[in-house]
C-alpha cells in the first residue's frame, strides 16, 4: 500500500467515530426522587410533553434515568453522576432541585415542584429565575390545609384527624404548619405521624388505630407519592376516611384527593425541557404556575366506609369515581 493511501484509510478510520458521534440522540438528565413504579405515569407525561416540543425519546433524543426511591441522601451523588456525563439537560423534582442545583451551574436544570420555588430557595423570582434552572410549579403544598378543611367538610364527627409526613421532605413543615393553623379554626384536634420508608408507612397506620382517630390526611412528598398504592390499600384496610393530593390516589382505591395535577406539571416540564434543547435559555423561561387543581371523590370508598358524600362537595368535584 502506498503511503498516501496509508494516510488516507488512517484518516477514514479516525473520522468514523467522529460521524458516528454525531448521530447519537441528545441525551437528558431524569433525576426523580421517588420510584420508577410509583411515577411511571409522571415519567410519561414528561416524554409527551418533549413529544410535543419537537423530541421523542428513542428517536433524537435519549433520557438518562435516576431513581432515588425516596432515599434523598442519594440524590447529590445521582445528580454528580449526570453532570459527569455531560447531558443537555437534567429534569427533577423536589428534593432533587436543591442537589442539582449545587452540582452544576452550567447544565439547564428543569424542575416539576409541589411547593414554592422561590421560598424553597430554587429560583430568584417566579418571572426571572435567573442562572441555569427554571421550571413547574404545582398548587399542592399552598393546599394542605385545604384538604384538611374538604376532610372536615366529608366526616364532620371527626374531631381528631391524623397528618402523615416524611419529615426528610423540604416542605413538610410548611405543610403542617398550614394544616395546624386550619385546625385551630376548625377546633380540630390534629396528631403528626411520620414516615420516610415503608415499614414506617405501616407503623403509622398502626398508630392511627390506636389513636382512633377519624380522618387522615397524607401531606405532599416525593416517597409518599411513590407510595399511591400501598397508602390507598392501607386506608381501605384499616377503614379510615383519607386524602391525598393527587388523582392517583382516588383512582387507586382511596377515598379523596385534592391538589395540582402532577401530571400536568410533569408535561409542562418537558415542554420546556424541549424547548431548552432548542436553544432557549433557563433564565429566560418564567416558572409556570400549574393553576389546575383537582377534586377528585371516590364513591365506592365513600360506600365502603359508610359515608355519605354531602352534595356541596359531590357538586365541586372535578370527577367522580364510582
Known amino acids: 500500500m502506498r503511503r498516501r493511501e496509508f ?7 479516525a473520522a468514523w467515530p467522529l460521524a458516528a458521534r454525531a448521530q447519537l440522540p441528545t441525551v437528558i ?3 426523580n426522587a421517588g ?18 416540543a419537537g423530541y421523542g425519546e428513542a428517536q433524537n433524543v435519549s433520557i438518562e434515568y435516576r431513581w432515588a426511591d425516596g432515599q434523598y441522601d442519594r440524590l ?7 453532570v459527569r456525563r455531560q447531558v443537555a439537560v437534567i429534569f427533577t423534582n423536589s428534593p432533587g ?11 439547564p436544570i428543569v424542575f416539576a415542584t409541589a411547593g414554592d420555588p422561590v421560598e424553597l430557595g430554587f429560583v430568584a423570582a417566579l418571572n426571572r429565575p435567573g442562572g441555569n434552572i427554571t421550571g413547574v410549579t404545582q398548587l399542592s403544598v399552598e393546599v394542605a390545609s385545604k384538604r384538611l378543611e374538604l376532610m372536615h367538610e366529608l366526616v364532620p364527627m371527626a374531631t381528631t384527624i391524623a397528618v402523615l409526613l416524611n419529615p426528610t421532605y423540604p416542605s413538610a413543615e410548611t405543610q403542617l404548619r398550614d394544616m395546624q393553623a386550619a385546625a385551630r379554626t376548625l377546633r380540630l384536634q390534629v396528631h403528626v405521624l411520620r ?8 407503623d403509622a397506620f398502626a398508630t392511627l388505630v390506636q389513636l382512633r382517630a377519624g380522618a387522615f390526611v397524607i401531606s405532599s412528598d416525593p416517597f409518599l407519592n411513590s407510595r399511591t398504592k400501598q397508602l390507598a390499600a392501607l386506608a381501605l384496610r384499616h377503614a379510615v376516611p383519607t386524602i391525598f393530593q393527587y388523582r392517583e390516589f382516588a383512582a387507586a382505591g382511596g377515598l379523596m384527593s385534592y391538589g395540582g395535577s402532577i401530571i400536568d406539571s410533569y408535561r409542562q416540564a418537558g415542554v420546556y425541557a424541549g424547548r431548552i434543547l432548542k436553544g432557549e435559555k433557563p433564565a429566560d423561561l418564567p416558572v409556570q404556575q400549574s393553576t389546575k387543581v383537582e377534586l377528585i371523590l371516590n364513591l365506592k370508598t365513600a360506600k365502603a366506609l359508610g359515608l355519605t358524600v354531602p352534595i356541596t362537595l359531590l357538586v365541586r368535584a372535578d370527577e367522580v369515581i364510582e
Open 7 to 13: 494516510i488516507a484509510v488512517l484518516g477514514g478510520v
Open 76 to 82: 447529590p451523588a445521582m445528580a454528580a453522576d449526570l
Open 97 to 107: 432541585v436543591l442537589a442539582t442545583k449545587a452540582t452544576t451551574t452550567t447544565i
Open 195 to 202: 414516615a420516610s420508608n415503608e415499614r414506617e408507612i405501616d
Open 35 to 52: 420510584s420508577s413504579d410509583g411515577y411511571a405515569p409522571m415519567a410519561a407525561a414528561f416524554r409527551q410533553g418533549l413529544k410535543e
Open 29 to 31: 438528565g431524569f433525576l
